[in-house]
């Protein structure tokens, strides 16, 4: 008996089948729901330099702004000119792939479900979280060994961009704690004491040639400026106890009452707080800190506090059948008896850093209740 194959043979057909699974992904990611162009203030910036053409690597620079007095009066300019200081990242982008068997023609015949239908739906579900994991580590520079990472293991380095660690200057640890201090008690939680340090610190950054950094710019939502708070469920349960109940209920009435509320980003975000969107999402990275007497282990999960552009992502559809973000192709085993489907994707993120100085997230890490 022939296989017949679950992917439409025709070109037009196949490539709509394809496109219906990245839009399905999309709508399931989390975060493509902060993702814009270049010209938006956005967390993730989406680069199109490789959309349509050759290459497999995009530069992004950024040009520092200018410093000191002007010269006034009488005074000599020759000799006094600025340079135009600039600074440039590379990103590269490679190949993401995953197989599925689906079975022989028997073994489709004998459930009571389209197969065709589930492997779409497994597979954009599939995507959105790779999406979702890919962008979350990028911004947290590293994979840290929580299960909530599903899809990669203790140790991923990131590919085809390695992780980029967070600089001291972008590393919130507690309420004013180190690695050394860091107890797992009081103030070490997440909590508005820990937020309004990181607005605070956002604010005071200068340009990225001085040693704090490049200043942190806000998003922008129609018309609304936030920085975004991105939470682990634990670490959104400890400032929920902190606020209590009508704290946090004038919390989610500021966000229904900011301009931007009907957006996506807006809607979904928890809560609202001195500027910041406080959101939570399961995909989060944790890590295990030593104190400083070397026995003691305290558990650490690494919450985001996001401005505009803190990450970038590419694609390069050149070169995938159709031209669609996620390429959809079958093959065969055993003679042309199993069907094996094959979706692709060229991709790449990176974490927007500049002159060794990260950009638009701040890494804070802080200790959290533990959920039985």
């Not at 507690?174 to 990181?198: E, P």
Request: glycine share 10%.
């Amino acid at each position: 008996m022939a296989r017949t194959s679950i992917l439409p043979t025709d070109a037009s057909a196949l490539k709509v089948w394809a496109a219906e699974v990245a839009i399905d992904s999309k709508k399931k990611s989390f975060w493509e729901k902060m993702t814009g162009s270049e010209a938006d203030a956005l967390p993730v910036v989406h680069k199109m330099d490789l959309e349509s053409g050759p290459g497999d690597e995009v530069t992004t620079t950024l040009i520092a702004k200018l410093r000191g007095k002007p010269i006034e009066g009488s005074e000599k300019g020759e000799g006094r000119e600025q340079s135009l200081a600039h600074y440039t990242q590379k990103m590269r982008i490679d190949k993401h792939r995953q197989l599925v068997n689906v079975g022989d023609v028997m073994t489709q015949k004998r459930v009571n479900f389209s197969v065709t239908d589930q492997v779409k739906a497994r597979l954009s579900d599939y995507m959105a979280e790779i999406y979702d994991e890919q962008a979350h580590m990028t911004a947290a520079g590293g994979r840290g060994v929580g299960t909530e990472i599903q899809h990669y293991p203790v140790g991923y380095a990131g590919f085809p961009n390695a992780f980029i660690t967070p600089d001291s200057a972008h590393l919130i640890i507690g309420n004013g704690k180190t690695t050394s201090t860091l107890t797992g008690a009081g103030d070490t939680n997440l909590s508005t004491a820990i937020i309004d340090r990181a607005v605070v610190r956002a604010k005071k950054m200068l340009g990225v040639e001085t040693a704090q950094g490049a200043r942190m710019e806000p998003i922008n939502v129609d018309g609304q400026k936030a920085f975004v708070m991105l939470a682990a469920p634990e670490s959104m349960y400890d400032l929920r106890r902190e606020v209590g109940d009508a704290g946090w209920l004038t919390l989610e009435k500021a966000k229904a009452a900011a301009v931007g509320a009907k957006s996506p980003i807006f809607t979904a975000g928890q809560s609202y707080y001195s500027g910041v969107l406080l959101m939570e999402h399961e995909t989060c990275v944790k890590h295990a800190v030593h104190t400083s007497n070397g026995s003691t282990i305290v558990p650490t999960v690494r919450n985001l506090f996001l401005g505009a552009h803190a990450i970038s992502v590419a694609f390069g559809t050149k070169g995938q059948r159709g031209g669609v973000r996620y390429e959809l192709t079958d093959s065969d085993l055993d003679h042309g008896e199993e069907e094996v489907v094959i979706t692709r994707m060229i991709a790449g993120w990176i974490k927007n850093q500049f002159n060794g100085m990260d950009f638009g997230v701040q890494s804070v890490d802080t200790a959290y209740t533990a959920i039985a």
